[in-house]
């Protein structure tokens, strides 16, 4: 068996679900290849060298020098139909949700989006608001899947050695017939989320506008950024750069400290790759309990100033 990854560039370093989708490739077992695309492609390529692939593929082109559905489509195509993997794998992000339904319709392969297992051939994947997983088992051999954030940890790529290749991929500039603009990022400031290692995220458990300083000064004093759900966003209690979630960041601190957060599915998908989840919501049915690893049942108002006055005189 044979898997192509086709690797993502988060602003010049390799993306972290583009490492998730080589764990879940690696698991798989068969040969794992990596395909770097784009002007920074050896750079990504070089965070690879010490990991356990056959070969990481590299196209530089003129007209893809960073990231174009057009290019991206039309390069990965060629490699496809070149190398003939079995399964194509990437991160569930927003450049794959972009440019893996073009590879699709123009190969007439199918697209798995979103699996987070993979079970004897068979590719699991929520359903229903997370309620249900169904399995799925696709009708052809060669397949596209992408990973949600966090169904495979980095922590277990498997090393190794691995061997780089660059092709030559030529094609002619009418292909292109987009552009894209860099990567939005509103108001970015100094705070950068995705690679805090403590947070402190506030929910609508939170109760008002007035009780958010309480959060801030525990963060300050942990040494920790905040992060929100999306109501506190929405609500103009908390900037909108700090939202956790599908329509948000997607974090994976050491450690992730929910003050009234329920753990809806579009928050925990973009926090579950967190390494320790601790959190307070005074519902003890909350979701979020069921992927905390400490759960405290009670009301953040009293625990919060609590802990502050503690962390204060410790
Ligand atoms: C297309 C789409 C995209 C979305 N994207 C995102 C996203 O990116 N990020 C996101 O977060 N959401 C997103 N949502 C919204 C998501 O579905 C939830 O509504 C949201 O995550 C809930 O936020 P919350 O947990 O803060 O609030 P709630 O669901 O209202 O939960 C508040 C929690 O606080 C607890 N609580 C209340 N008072 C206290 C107290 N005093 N002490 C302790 N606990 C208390 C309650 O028990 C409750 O569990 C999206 C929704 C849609 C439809």
Redesign the pocket.
Known sequence: MKTLVILESNRGTLHRLSKEAIVAAQNLGGEVYALAIGKDADIIASELENVQLKEILMVKNEFVESYNADGFTEIISQVIRDEAPENIMLGHTYQTRDFAPRLSAKLDIPFLPDIISTQNGKFVKQVLNAKLNASVIPLKEQKIISFQSAAYSDEDLVSGQSSFRELDIQFDSSVIRSKSEEPFQEAPGDVDLESADLLVSV???I?KEENIPIAFELAGLLGAEISA????VDSGWIDSFR??????NNVSPKLYFSL?????I??VV?MKGSKCILA????SE?PIFEIADYAVV????EIVPNLIEALKKS
């Not at 939202?243 to 948000?248: A, D, E, R, T, Y």
């Not at 009234?260 to 809806?264: E, I, L, Y």
């Not at 009670?298 to 108002?301: E, I, K, N, S, W």
């Open positions: 929910g609508r458990g109760e759900s999306r109501p506190v939202q956790v979630g599908s329509s948000g009234g957060v329920s753990g809806a579009q928050h973009g307070i919501n005074k519902d909350a009670g009301d953040v108002l």
